[in-house]
């Protein structure tokens, strides 16, 4: 496990980190803030980091060219203040935090095969990736914090600050720093080297989407979990109070219009969004992480 009394030593991964970031061309405007705060971050962004935007393009919006005027105009700024950073990513399907993986990994795929003959690829399986939402305004330590735990960490572990146990259909919630979990999620950002994601992640993901096992939208937090979990890879929460980085911290700055309080009441109407996916995890299991093993 990271040890705490190095977090506040200067240390960073030689290898580069991708940040992966979904949202929606209508709710562009009102992400403003959160975007420039994954830029404006403590952490100190080197050659081969990127910020990933994949936007999503619903038909709303390609009728209504008022509200795309705006947005088009704040991305424009984006690509252009931001050049060797942001990378916009425009995609026209919605598959959650899921989105965000497959994109990255899409990206990175490309950047590595587009490397002139007799250099090195630019990302290896070491490259992290740390994919969060649009609806968290992130604390400015999160991106620092997230690549400072992943780079003491000597088990090639998940870490993100929140998840939670599955027993009997009953939810457990984990903070605790270094606590295991069965579902990690995506809310409170999540870092993973690439490497974790070996050749059969988007088999894996097609397969459920074909199948109608469960949908990604609303669960896709339980479908990449289980991917981890059938990789045996460990999942663990990351709880730094002094740079701000706990469930508590990130669940209050919840920034999106229309949002139900901030307390655990509101927190429960999210689990229950994921009763079905639940049922399936609790009750199919074994069966479920036998996908395509």
Not at 57 to 63: I, P
Not at 69 to 88: C, H, N, Q, R, W
Not at 106 to 132: A, V
Not at 183 to 201: K, L, R
């Amino acid at each position: 496990m990271a040890d705490l009394n190095l977090l506040d030593d200067d240390k960073s991964s030689p290898y580069p980190l991708v940040l992966s970031i979904k949202t929606y061309m209508s709710n562009i405007n009102s992400s403003k803030e959160i975007i420039l705060g994954l830029i404006h971050q403590t952490y100190t962004y080197k050659k081969n980091d990127k910020i990933l935007i994949n936007i999503v393009t619903d038909n709303e919006v390609k009728e209504n060219t008022s509200s795309v005027s705006p947005a088009m105009k704040f991305v424009g700024t984006l690509e252009e203040e931001y050049a060797d950073l942001i990378v916009i990513n425009y995609v026209t399907y919605d598959w959650g935090n899921v989105t965000n993986i497959v994109e990255a990994l899409i990206y990175i795929d490309k950047m590595n095969n587009n490397t002139s003959e007799g250099c090195s690829p630019p990302y290896s399986h070491d490259t992290r990736l740390i994919y969060c939402e649009d609806k968290i305004l992130y604390p400015e330590t999160m991106v620092d914090t997230l690549n400072v735990i992943t780079t003491l960490d000597s088990d090639n572990c998940i870490w993100g600050a929140t998840g939670f146990d599955i027993l009997n259909m009953c939810i457990t919630l984990r903070k605790e720093h270094g606590r295991l979990v069965e579902v990690i999620e995506g809310y409170g950002g999540v870092v993973v080297p690439i490497g974790s994601f070996v050749t059969d992640f988007l088999d894996y993901i097609n397969f459920i989407r074909d199948t109608d096992i469960i949908l990604l939208l609303n669960s896709s937090d339980i479908v990449i979990s289980n991917y981890f979990s059938k990789q045996k890879i460990p999942k663990k929460i990351a709880r730094i109070d002094r740079r701000d980085y706990t469930f508590d911290s990130i669940w209050s700055r919840i920034k999106c219009d229309g949002c139900a309080s901030k307390n655990m009441h509101s927190r429960n109407e999210v689990w229950e969004a994921y009763v079905d996916a639940i049922y399936l995890l609790s009750g199919w299991k074994e069966l479920y992480l036998q996908i395509l093993c």
